[in-house]
């Protein structure tokens, strides 16, 4: 079974209908819409609770400057002694143009400098409407930079 679904672009009042999409194993975890819905709805993970349970006090709302936030939470992995991974989810600006371009990396900094506040070593899962139309675009290259907190993308930028 798949181990975590993820949404972007939730309202509120559609959290039972995703919840019976997945499926009664399937736990939601924190969701807190921060008026995201008046900018297209906010973010909601659903994990199978057979897997994961959610360490609470993990869950961190980061705004991206696109009038959304992204949202990290953290499972432990069940059956395993401190074994968390973090889970960010977001919908940065869409658009072309050097104005989208800039508030996407706004938003691609304030995400990567949470994922600094981590834990040396930590396990993490970003995932998203990122709306990246290059490998050149400016949050791309913000989150694969070579520096503290550097993501690698597992499809490469080919």
């Not at 938003?107 to 998203?128: C, F, K, M």
Request: aromatic share 12%; hydrophobic share 40%.
């Amino acid at each position: 079974p798949v181990s975590i679904f993820l949404f972007q672009e939730v309202d509120e009042a559609e959290l039972s209908i995703l919840q019976k999409v997945v499926g009664a194993n399937y736990t939601m975890a924190t969701f807190t819409d921060q008026n995201d819905s008046s900018w297209g709805g906010a973010q909601a993970m659903f994990y199978l609770s057979t897997q994961f349970i959610e360490h609470t006090p993990s869950h961190n709302d980061i705004f991206t400057y696109a009038g959304r936030h992204a949202d990290r939470w953290g499972l432990n992995l069940l059956g395993y002694d401190n074994l968390r991974i973090y889970v960010y989810s977001m919908h940065l600006k869409a658009g072309s143009g050097s104005d989208n371009q800039e508030t996407r990396r706004k938003g691609a900094e304030n995400v990567r400098e949470d994922i600094n506040t981590l834990p040396i070593g930590s396990r993490i899962i970003l995932v998203g409407d990122m709306n990246f139309y290059s490998p050149g675009d400016a949050a791309y290259e913000w989150f694969t930079a070579d520096l503290d907190g550097q993501l690698i993308d597992a499809l490469g930028t080919v």
